[in-house]
């Protein structure tokens, strides 16, 4: 069976991991090789990159630039020594984000140059896009108060205003209607099993194999 390359996106609290996981069972049901991972933290340097991206000092900020120089480093990483390989075994590779999260955050979010953006994300990835984005799509406000319930704090990304958080979701609104073809959308304000029945069915449709 070919390799598989499918993202999912969302504004915090958006409900990737629990989504990921259940596409995850759903797949190994049918016989797929299937592998878990994510960005930033993808691998045993992005666990460190992870660390210096989402842990919040005050007395240490990070530039913007630096910020999205980070991710790129941490991507680059990941696609050599994880993505390609994983897919060249022929296995299907669930992420938790990867390109547009760095378009809607870095981009939207922090208002960065978007050519700069689109071209560290070519030279991290080396053209590898994925086949099908999943975007989780709900309300910042939902997704934060479902972060602030885990009782486990909010991480640097997570404690901006809330006007950034309403950039990123604009970001990701563009990004899906600019790429029909690649991003989905699923109401991730449904119940678990409604947004996973969602995401079966885009996937049997767009995967052949799964047919």
């Not at 629990?18 to 759903?26: H, K, N, T, V």
Request: with cysteine.
């Amino acid at each position: 069976m070919v390799g598989r390359f499918i993202v999912f996106e969302g504004v915090e609290g958006c409900g990737k991991t629990s989504q990921m996981q259940l596409c995850a069972e759903w797949l190994q049901s049918l016989g797929v090789s299937v592998v878990l991972t994510r960005e930033p933290g993808g691998t045993e340097l992005g666990l460190d990159l992870r660390r210096l991206l989402l842990q919040k000092e005050e007395d240490k900020p990070i530039a913007e630039v630096t910020e999205l120089l980070l991710y790129a480093a941490d991507r680059s990483q990941h696609v050599a020594q994880e993505l390609k390989p994983q897919l060249a075994q022929g296995k299907y590779i669930l992420c938790d984000r990867y390109v547009d999260s760095t378009i809607a955050y870095q981009g939207y979010g922090r208002g960065l140059d978007m050519d700069l953006i689109h071209q560290l994300n070519y030279i991290a990835t080396g053209g590898l896009t994925s086949d099908i984005t999943i975007w989780l799509d709900v309300d910042v406000e939902v997704g934060l108060t479902r972060k602030r319930g885990e009782n486990v704090g909010l991480d640097r990304i997570e404690q901006e205003a809330i006007a950034f958080h309403r950039r990123v979701q604009q970001g990701y609104a563009d990004l899906a209607k600019s790429s029909p073809s690649r991003i989905f959308s699923v109401d991730g304000s449904s119940s678990k099993e409604i947004v996973h029945k969602k995401i079966q069915e885009i996937l049997s449709v767009h995967l052949q194999e799964l047919q």
